[in-house]
């Protein structure tokens, strides 16, 4: 295994509301030099809430980037001294009006470890009960609740931009983890 680049410099280069973009001057082990720049990000939780019936519960949201709205699961982005697992229950109730009563890790992963460090942590979501009072939800969101069957999000995923590629991860991972599980029954 190499060794790893040497960083000559850091600059930041904008200091945001939740993310840091910042530039590093580097050496590499081939001896060349170059400017790398990234995200530095709080990290992130996601969960993939299933009902009973075995559908998982997507939102449709407006994401201004790609200036579409997209399918994807709950997910929010961790809040100075929050833990995930606090994240991601928040956010469930806010985004989509539930409260789940029983939660299995799906592990943890980089979202786009070519220009950031955040890290995803994924959860399972299962004995679903819906909200009678569901907290607002924040300002700037346009959130339609939707269900779909694994074989729904299994063809929009393989077949569309509609679904985001942290969404299709824990799809995934959901579908081993239970997979697993049943296995073991």
């Known amino acids: 295994m190499s060794n790893p680049p040497q960083v000559i410099r850091e600059r930041l280069r904008f200091q945001g509301y939740k993310y840091t973009f910042v530039s590093q001057r580097m ?29 998982f519960v997507c939102i449709r949201q407006y994401r201004f980037a790609v200036a579409s709205y997209i399918y994807e699961f709950p997910a929010g982005t961790l809040e100075p001294g929050e833990h995930p697992d606090q994240t991601i229950r928040r956010e469930l109730e806010e985004e989509t009006g539930l409260r789940a009563h029983r939660w299995d890790s799906l592990g943890q992963f980089y979202l786009c470890p070519g220009y950031s460090d955040e890290i995803m942590y994924a959860y399972l979501a299962r004995d679903l009960e819906v909200l ?16 779909f069957s694994p074989a729904e999000l299994t063809e929009i995923a393989r077949s569309s931009m509609d679904l985001d590629s942290k969404s299709i991860t824990c799809f995934w991972r959901a579908q081993m983890f239970l997979a697993a599980e049943k296995e073991k029954s």
């Not at 170059?34 to 009973?52: D, F, N, Q, S, W």
């Not at 009678?132 to 269900?147: G, Y």
């Open 27 to 55: 050496r590499f082990p081939n001896g060349k030099e170059g400017e790398r720049e990234y995200l530095i990000h709080p990290g992130g939780a996601v969960v993939v809430p299933m009902t009973a019936a075995g559908k």
């Open 132 to 147: 009678d009072l569901p907290p607002d939800k924040d300002e700037d969101e346009d959130i339609t609740v939707v269900e």
